[in-house]
């Protein structure tokens, strides 16, 4: 059963499959498509416990009060199925969440960008335009546009404890991470950037510049593997970024 709250704002033009909750003051404009099993403008923590605390079994009514920020789901967006948009987002124009996508609050994702299958980008990310996004985008991170990230953006975690602020990575205009590559802490990877798959990154990384195994640089015009520049970006095979 699909629920709609009273404050949610819904083009006759979107689709709606089985099964979506929208939550809150949220907006989903022309050519949507939002299938089985979605939730969108999920509220806070912080919210939902004290509704939980005031009211042991809340009903639709009482989640749908909940004070939050706007959700935006802008034209030509889809969703897939059994994905979690959280309150205070905005998916700009014909963004498109893979299944079981997971967008936390607070976050903006620009245009014609892809969530791939089981993405989970978290509180207040900020990603551009044209991007593919896999894995793990940890709370604050900065992706620029024209960017594939199938790796890990991560906080250093140098503070124990839940709601503890650390930097964020920011990894500029049309950068590659490759699968499984971890990028932890407050550094920058420059644009135009390769980060080879499994690679780890902990220091800045200057424009150009291809990434292997753990913090080794190499300039882009010092590489003697077979990287070769594509018309959407940088492609290599394994063989390659092993050199």
């Not at 897939?80 to 014909?94: E, V």
């Not at 960017?147 to 839940?162: E, I, N, P, T």
């Not at 990028?183 to 950037?193: L, Q, T, Y």
């Not at 220091?203 to 913090?215: A, E, F, G, M, R």
């Amino acid at each position: 059963m699909t629920s709609i709250g009273k404050r949610a704002i819904v083009s006759a033009k979107a689709y709606l499959g089985a099964n979506v909750v929208l939550l809150g003051r949220i907006t989903v404009k022309d050519g949507v498509i939002i299938e089985d099993g979605c939730t969108l403008g999920k509220p806070r923590d912080l919210v939902v416990q004290q509704l939980l605390a005031s009211s042991g079994c809340p009903s639709l009514l009482d989640w749908d009060a909940l004070p939050d920020a706007n959700t935006i789901i802008a034209a030509g967006c889809r969703i897939g199925r059994l994905s979690t948009i959280c309150s205070g987002s905005t998916l700009g124009a014909d963004v498109f969440c893979k299944d079981y996508s997971y967008v936390g609050w607070d976050t903006v994702i620009g245009a014609r960008s892809r969530l791939m299958y089981g993405a989970q980008v978290h509180s207040r990310v900020r990603i551009g335009e044209d991007c593919r996004i896999g894995g793990f985008c940890c709370n604050d991170a900065r992706i620029g546009h024209r960017v594939s990230m199938f790796g890990y953006l991560s906080h250093a975690y140098r503070v124990h404890g839940a709601g503890m602020l650390e930097p964020a990575p920011t990894v500029d205009d049309d950068v590659i991470i490759g699968f499984g590559a971890h990028v932890i802490g407050g550094i920058r990877i420059g644009r135009g950037s390769y980060v080879a798959a499994g690679s780890v990154v902990t220091k800045n990384i200057p424009p150009n510049s291809i990434v292997t195994h753990v913090n080794a640089v190499c300039p882009l015009s010092d590489w003697r593997g077979r990287l070769g520049l594509t018309g959407s970006g940088y492609a290599a095979s394994e063989t390659d970024v092993a050199r």
